[in-house]
């Protein structure tokens, strides 16, 4: 199996790790090896290592050169979309439209189950909103939150209700696992930049989640898991494709025997940044709401009144939910 990644991310692999490392180059439309060979990818497999910006791209050129990637179109959306394949533990996730929230007997079933002071938690599909809404805001059609909505009947969205995850010295008790081939392949907090080690009960919880996937759900995929109240349980799946590795994940299938940090300061895949055992971290990325045509730019506007457009991004993730959209 390949693992193929765009150009740029070329100098954060680490030599070791070069031999089954493709690259991909947008200008020359091809895939080359780490010596600039170009190479036949043909009946391959390949697992994009990529950003939501190339990932399309990347799936059209392994298509067209024949090769075989680990999750196709459908595969990706699958994975996305994962509560309508797998339930949680310890609380109710689904995917609902944004019409929803025009239906007089779902804005009901909101007000009896979270009550007027209650809240839920909603995030896009696309994942370019996540945050707090108050019932009091979904249930008034006035609201910026309505407002905004009237905008996105047909998008995707994740209910869920809010809850609290358990915290220790280093923040939230959350946990990113990658997963090749329903095999456990690393675990992280999420944590860039500071050493920890994982609880040992972490692993036979997400080892037991593979185990009881539907035979249809992908094997390649991302998972988070969170403490919450005193109890592991899912917090959401990613695509393996675009999720970003914390300090001990690695996006290739590196076997170090180590899942829980138990050697902390191996990292295994290269990092170029200083790390420590204070828990000082670098600024979290900012949530992308300065996506035209995304929710989270239309309720940011009917919130302040302000467009918040931040060109370098705006243009390249407009791109991607227009070509999306169609
Ligand atoms: N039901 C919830 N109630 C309160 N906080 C939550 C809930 N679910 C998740 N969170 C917190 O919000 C953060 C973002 O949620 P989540 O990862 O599900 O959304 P996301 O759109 O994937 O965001 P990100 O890209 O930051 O991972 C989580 O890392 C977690 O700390
Ligand atoms: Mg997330």
């Known amino acids: 199996m390949y693992y193929c990644f765009p150009i740029d991310l ?56 024949e090769g075989n990637p680990i999750n ?10 994962w509560p309508q394949f ?16 025009e239906d007089l007997s779902f804005l009901t079933y909101l007000f009896e189950k979270y009550g007027v002071n209650g809240s839920i938690f909603l995030k896009t599909v696309e994942k370019d909103f996540h945050g707090v809404i108050s019932i009091i805001d979904a249930v008034e059609p006035n609201s910026p939150f309505r407002k905004a909505m009237k905008y996105h009947l047909q998008d995707e969205f994740i209910i869920s209700p809010v809850v609290t995850i358990d915290q220790d010295k280093l923040g939230k008790k959350e946990y990113r696992a990658f997963i090749h081939n329903r095999t456990l392949t690393s675990i992280s907090r999420t944590l860039h930049k500071t050493y920890h080690q994982i609880p040992e009960q972490v692993i036979p919880f997400i080892n037991g989640i593979i185990a009881e996937l539907p035979d249809d759900f992908p094997s390649y995929f991302v998972l988070d898991v969170a403490s919450i109240n005193g109890k592991l ?50 600024p979290s990325s900012p949530l992308f709401d300065d996506i035209p045509g995304s929710f989270s730019h239309d309720y940011h506007k009917a919130l302040t009144g302000e467009n918040k457009l931040h060109p370098a ?4 993730f407009a791109r991607e939910f227009v070509k999306r959209k169609q």
Not at 23 to 39: A, L, P
Not at 94 to 101: A, M, N
Not at 237 to 245: D, R, Y
């Open 10 to 65: 070329k100098e954060m692999i680490p030599e070791s790790r070069l031999e089954n490392v493709l690259f991909f180059d947008e200008d020359q439309d091809c895939f080359f090896d780490c010596n600039h060979k170009k190479v036949d990818i043909k009946d391959k497999k390949v697992l994009i290592i990529s950003d939501i910006f190339r990932l399309y791209e990347m799936l059209d050129l392994i298509d067209e050169f």
């Open 72 to 81: 196709s179109i459908e595969e990706i959306e699958q994975v996305k979309h």
């Open 86 to 101: 797998i339930e949680t533990f310890h609380r109710d996730v689904s995917i609902i439209t944004g019409e929803y929230f």
């Open 233 to 282: 349980d899912i917090l959401e799946f990613n695509p393996i494709e675009t999720a970003m590795p914390y300090l001990y994940n690695s996006r290739m299938a590196i076997n170090t025997g180590d899942l829980t940090h138990q050697n902390i300061t191996a990292i295994p895949e290269y990092k170029s940044i200083d790390c420590s055992f204070d828990g000082e971290e670098m």
């Open 313 to 316: 991004l705006s243009s390249l």
